[in-house]
């Protein structure tokens, strides 16, 4: 195997690593403070070509790789947490979904805006009463006079206020107690669709995250996203990818964690010594560094699964559990490291804890993880 980036990679990895440490890492901090969503700094992106990345150039994209792809979520999540899960999103929820089942319309007229980023990428998925569960779906589409008419609410939707359209699932037909589950591309401006973005959060508090509310909603009928009835395989496929983006977010925070643990062990001096001189902090320092380097070695593999057309559902999850389990760790370890002051804000590894804390909960938690492992597995 050959572990090596390819030139477009490496060139990729240094636009990215510069923007990162110019225009992302030096407010990240005061804008965690304020909530406040840097809408500049993805239009920067848009304007270097990278809200497309790795989708097709006829529609606005750069047509690079899915490592090229996780390469970026990683160098933004290592600079700022929100920035991370924003850019994911609007890749692998928000654009993949379209280009991967979307018809050539439905690509020219909602992919294209995406990829030139003059409209974020969202997915309606998740339900109160529906997170992991996607077959408890209670959103309904009715056909009435060659309309769909959409009924229903969402949360925890990320790029909801940003995005001129975005791709939901909803019920829209039962038989025999099954659901059948479609997907549209609605419009976030269409009469009876609301976007409420009240939530207080733990952390990536500069990354947007709302409520939908559909009251009669009317959706064309080409707005259907692939068959009738396949909205819950298309789901299912799109959080396949979608693990990849979680899996290079963890990567990014635990490894800016581990950063500043690294140079803070090294600066602060105890009974005479730097802390990195310390047999215990080395051992920490050394777990750390062994389990992030893992941790992107199972990113890259299931990413380059993907680029080659092979199963990768497996590799993601467990790229996704593990990804996310170590940046809790590294984390966890960061803080105690720094002592007190790792408990203070002006020191952000207290933002890296709770910016990682989402990896286990979102995206399907840690046990569906497992689950989908076992499920590939043959279990």
């Known amino acids: 195997m050959n572990f090596d980036l390819t030139d477009e990679q490496k060139m990729i990895y240094k636009m990215i690593r510069e923007f990162a440490e110019e225009e992302v890492a030096p407010g990240a901090e005061q804008r965690d403070k304020e909530k406040r969503f840097p809408v500049e700094m993805f239009k920067k992106l848009g304007d270097l070509g990278l809200m497309g990345l790795p989708f097709p150039e006829e529609y606005g994209g750069g047509g690079a790789d899915t490592v090229s792809f996780a390469i970026v979520v990683e160098e933004l999540s290592r600079a700022c947490g929100s920035a991370g899960i924003t850019y994911s999103a609007h890749i692998s929820l928000g654009g993949a979904p379209i280009n991967m089942f979307g018809t050539e319309e439905q690509k020219q007229k909602y992919l294209t805006p995406i990829c030139t980023g003059e409209s974020l990428g969202a997915f309606g998925l998740t339900e109160p009463n529906a997170g992991s569960d996607a077959g408890g779906t209670e959103t309904t589409a009715i056909h009435q006079e060659g309309e769909w008419v959409i009924n229903g609410s969402k949360c925890f939707i990320t790029n909801a206020s940003y995005a001129k359209n975005l791709a939901l699932t909803a019920v829209t037909d039962r038989k025999d107690g099954e659901k059948e589950i479609t997907a549209f591309i609605t419009s976030t401006e269409a009469p009876g669709f609301k976007v409420i973005d009240n939530y207080e959060k733990l952390g990536l508090n500069s990354s947007n995250t709302t409520e939908l509310i559909m009251e009669d909603v009317r959706v064309p009928e080409e707005n259907m996203l692939g ?110 490291i720094h002592g007190g002051y790792g408990y203070m804000k002006d020191y952000h590894v207290e933002r890296y804890y709770r910016d990682g804390r989402l990896l286990e909960i979102g995206e399907g938690t840690s046990e569906v993880q497992r689950m989908v492992i076992a499920r590939e597995l043959g279990c």
Request: net charge positive.
């Open 227 to 336: 068959k009738r009835g396949n909205g819950f395989r298309q789901f299912l496929m799109t959080l396949d990818g979608g693990r990849i983006g979680i899996g290079a977010m963890g990567v990014g925070i635990a490894q800016a964690a581990y950063e500043k643990a690294l140079s803070y062990a090294q600066e602060r001096k105890q009974f005479g010594k730097p802390l990195s001189k310390f047999q215990a902090t080395q051992f920490k320092l050394a777990d750390m560094a062994m389990k992030i380097e893992l941790a992107r070695t199972m990113v890259y593999k299931a990413a380059w699964l993907k680029d080659q057309g092979r199963k990768f559902a497996k590799e993601a999850s467990m790229a996704k559990l593990y990804a996310s389990e170590i940046c809790m760790e590294v984390c966890t370890q960061a803080i105690q």
